[in-house]
């Protein structure tokens, strides 16, 4: 089965930062990967996918991950973090099973900014 | 372009009282549905899914369940809610047959039980 897990449930930098959120995989199949944002009360918002293309990932809102297949890994980052960067961020990964996609997500990590 | 809507924002029930969430897709044809429940401090555990009209699939046994009446409609029902049901529903498309894709989530509501 494929999972993912997120080291830390929180996380606090300082305005203007690095931002690492972890994200580590099980995958017994190429995994394809995400990484999605939620603001408090709405949806979740797509940050970034990895698909196999390319291992470093760009995203939106000058977010970016690398896919390291040798650690398993999909670390999260960030240069600088502004304040509008804080909310809780998932991890999943995504494959086709019976039919239909499936997509497991990581319990999240919520990410503090300090001015 | 696809666009996912969900109603209605925030609900307020008394326990026993029947539910009804809504959930439409615009902008694609035969995609598969999604329904999952976020309860606080938890992740996202989901519910049921739907490859195609009146096929739901159910992942935990529950007091809900859910219909797929048209493509693109996917609907969360109980008739009778508990206190445990209280949460944030989340609905998702995907495209169909293309695990690459990543799911798309409406804005979500939030369910309290009184």
């Known amino acids: 089965a494929q999972s993912v897990t997120q080291l830390g449930s929180h996380v606090s930098v300082s305005e203007g930062a690095l931002v690492l959120l972890r994200c580590n995989y099980s995958?017994?199949?190429?995994?394809?990967l995400f990484w999605y944002v939620q603001y408090p009360n709405q949806g979740l918002q797509l940050l970034l996918k990895?698909?196999?293309?390319?291992?470093l990932v760009k995203g939106i809102n000058g977010f970016e991950a690398e896919f390291k297949k040798s650690e398993t890994s999909f670390h999260l980052t960030k240069p600088s973090a502004h304040m509008s960067d804080a909310a809780e961020y998932f991890c999943?990964?995504?494959?086709?099973?019976?039919?239909?996609?499936?997509?497991?997500f990581g319990t999240g990590t919520k990410l503090q900014v300090i001015p | 372009s696809q666009t996912i809507h969900q109603w209605p924002a925030t609900l307020v029930q008394p326990v026993g009282s029947p539910l009804s969430l809504e959930c439409t897709v615009e902008?694609?044809?035969?995609?598969?549905l999604y329904w999952y429940r976020q309860a606080a401090g938890r992740g996202l555990q989901l519910l049921f899914y739907?490859?195609?009209?009146?096929?739901i699939s159910s992942e935990v046994p529950q007091n809900l369940s859910a219909s797929r009446p048209q493509d693109r409609q996917f609907i969360l029902s109980s008739k009778k809610l508990l206190l445990s049901d209280s949460g944030f529903y989340l609905c998702?498309?995907?495209?169909?047959?293309?695990?690459?894709?990543?799911?798309?989530f409406g804005d979500g509501t939030r369910l309290s039980i009184l």
């Open positions: 990895y698909t196999s293309a390319a291992t």
């Open positions: 902008g694609t044809s035969n995609p598969n």
């Open positions: 739907s490859v195609g009209i009146g096929q």
């Open positions: 995958s017994s199949v190429p995994p394809y």
């Open positions: 998702a498309w995907s495209p169909n047959r293309d695990s690459n894709q990543p799911q798309h």
């Open positions: 999943a990964v995504s494959y086709y099973s019976g039919g239909y996609q499936k997509v497991t």
